[in-house]
Each structure stands twice: as structure tokens, then as C-alpha cells.
């Protein structure tokens, strides 16, 4: 009588290590690969130095061929009540008052990279907080934080464009440094619009949703959790973060 031939119970091989420039790479093509690596080395030096010299980049561009007195001019328009508010002062007070402003936006967009810093560490901790006690999710902090720098990567191409569009000449005229791109409907609403209708549709941008899309399947990667589960901790933050701009956006305009 012949026997079974022997069942292998040897446990499947680790996928091979990948290199920062092939996670770079896959995080656009790949994303899986990518985040499933992050469980082996949760290194997000990488991706964070290239977001820094590109936002400092796109800064740069700005100051060079808008500046920051305009910048100023076309962000106080989107707020009616404190461009009203600036007219109203004496011209002396009111040249003060810009003056200030000018330097103190100045300074915040020069520390941009730092700044993202903070956010990612904080949204980091909220998505941990939010799976450890919603989901019993098995997840280390530093890897939960490196997926959320990873996953801001494709945010690049928006600066890109932005500085490309600049160096081609286009106007300063209008010009919002917090949302350069017409990659959403926000982008089309001008001074004269609702400013709470814009504070709604600025966060439905191409390259925010891909970032959010890149954390729930980087969650799946690094963890248990069902990919319908990790959107849902993830949007369901976005849309908080929505609602506290449109109110802010309501108090303000």
C-alpha cells in the first residue's frame, strides 16, 4: 500500500527585506509591500526628509515669486471679518498690524517641516488610542507612526505641481499657500464665496484622500485589523477634523 507523501510544517518564508528606495517606490505602487515591511524596520527618516526639503522647496518658491506680503493680502481676504476688522484700524496700525502678520506667517511656513512633525505624532497617538481601545488591535506606536509618515508621500506631488505652476509664471494673484492645487472643489471658491462651503470641500483633496487610503491599508498591514475597520478609524477622524474647520470656518467668516 503506498504512502502519503510527508506534509511540509515548515512555517511560510518572511517576504525579503526591502530597501528605503524600494518602500519609497512601493508606497505609490505597492503600498502592501511597503507597509508590511514597516513590521520589520519602522525607519521613517526617509520619507520625512524628503517631505521636509520638498515643503521647504515649495516655501521657498513661494517667497521668491509671490512673497509673503501677498500671501498675507489673499489669506486675510478669505476671512472677511478680520479683513474688515484690518481696514477698519488707522493706516499706521493697520501697516503694524500686516507687518506682524507678514513675519509671523513667514516664520510658521519656514517651520513647516517641524510643525508636520508634531501632527504626524499626534495623529499617530490618536489612531493608537483609537485601535487599542476600539479594536484590541495589536500595534506598536513606532510603526503606527511610521505608516502615517509613509502614507503622506503622494501629499508631495500637490507641492510639486504648486512649485512647477509658480516657476511657469502663474499670478500671485489669489494665490492660497494653504491650498496652491485645484485638486478640490475648495480650490474654486474665491474670497467672495462661502467661507464655510470652502472650509467643507478643501479636505475633499485627491492627494489628502489618497493619504488616508495609504494609512487604513497601512493599518491592515501592520496589524489585525480588517481593512473596513481601519477606514473607518481613519475617516471617522477626518471627518471630525472637517466639522471643527467648518465651525471655526462659521464662528469666523
Known amino acids: 500500500?503506498?504512502?502519503?507523501?510527508?506534509?511540509s510544517t515548515q512555517?511560510?518564508?518572511?517576504?525579503?527585506?526591502l530597501s528605503e528606495g524600494q518602500r519609497l517606490a512601493y508606497t505609490f505602487f505597492a503600498p502592501s509591500k511597503a507597509f508590511t515591511d514597516l513590521r520589520r524596520n519602522a525607519s521613517w527618516w526617509a520619507p520625512?526628509?524628503?517631505?521636509?526639503?520638498?515643503?521647504?522647496?515649495?516655501?521657498?518658491?513661494?517667497?521668491?515669486k509671490v512673497g509673503f506680503?501677498?500671501?498675507?493680502?489673499?489669506?486675510?481676504?478669505?476671512?472677511?471679518?478680520?479683513?474688515?476688522?484690518?481696514?477698519?484700524?488707522?493706516?499706521d496700525q493697520r501697516a503694524k498690524v500686516m507687518a506682524q502678520q507678514v513675519t509671523i506667517t513667514k516664520i510658521i511656513s519656514y517651520a513647516v517641516p517641524?510643525?508636520?512633525?508634531?501632527?504626524?505624532?499626534?495623529?499617530?497617538?490618536?489612531?493608537?488610542?483609537?485601535?487599542?481601545f476600539g479594536t484590541s488591535a495589536d500595534v506598536k506606536?513606532?510603526?503606527?507612526?511610521?505608516?502615517?509618515?509613509?502614507?503622506?508621500?503622494?501629499?508631495?506631488?500637490?507641492?510639486?505641481?504648486?512649485?512647477?505652476?509658480?516657476?511657469?509664471?502663474?499670478?500671485?494673484?489669489?494665490?492660497?499657500?494653504?491650498?496652491?492645487?485645484?485638486?478640490?472643489?475648495?480650490?474654486?471658491?474665491?474670497?467672495?464665496?462661502?467661507?464655510?462651503?470652502?472650509?467643507?470641500?478643501?479636505?475633499?483633496?485627491?492627494f489628502t484622500i489618497w493619504t488616508l487610503i495609504l494609512t487604513a491599508i497601512g493599518i491592515t498591514c501592520i496589524s489585525k485589523v480588517k481593512l473596513g475597520t481601519a477606514c473607518a478609524v481613519v475617516f471617522g477622524w477626518f471627518a471630525v477634523v472637517v466639522l471643527v474647520r467648518v465651525a471655526i470656518a462659521a464662528a469666523t467668516s
Open 11 to 17: 512555517p511560510p518564508q518572511e517576504p525579503a527585506p
Open 141 to 206: 506606536y513606532k510603526t503606527l507612526f511610521a505608516v502615517v509618515v509613509y502614507s503622506r508621500l503622494p501629499e508631495l506631488l500637490g507641492f510639486l505641481l504648486a512649485i512647477l505652476s509658480l516657476l511657469a509664471g502663474v499670478s500671485g494673484d489669489g494665490f492660497n499657500i494653504q491650498n496652491p492645487v485645484a485638486a478640490n472643489p475648495g480650490y474654486f471658491i474665491g474670497p467672495d464665496g462661502s467661507a464655510v462651503l470652502r472650509a467643507l470641500l478643501t479636505p475633499l483633496d485627491v
Open 114 to 132: 517641524v510643525i508636520t512633525l508634531v501632527l504626524y505624532a499626534v495623529f499617530a497617538g490618536v489612531l493608537l488610542a483609537t485601535l487599542k
Open 48 to 64: 520625512f526628509l524628503i517631505i521636509a526639503v520638498v515643503s521647504l522647496l515649495f516655501i521657498y518658491v513661494v517667497d521668491q
Open 69 to 91: 506680503r501677498k500671501v498675507v493680502d489673499n489669506l486675510i481676504q478669505l476671512q472677511p471679518k478680520q479683513a474688515d476688522r484690518i481696514d477698519r484700524l488707522p493706516a
Open 1 to 7: 500500500m503506498a504512502t502519503n507523501p510527508s506534509v
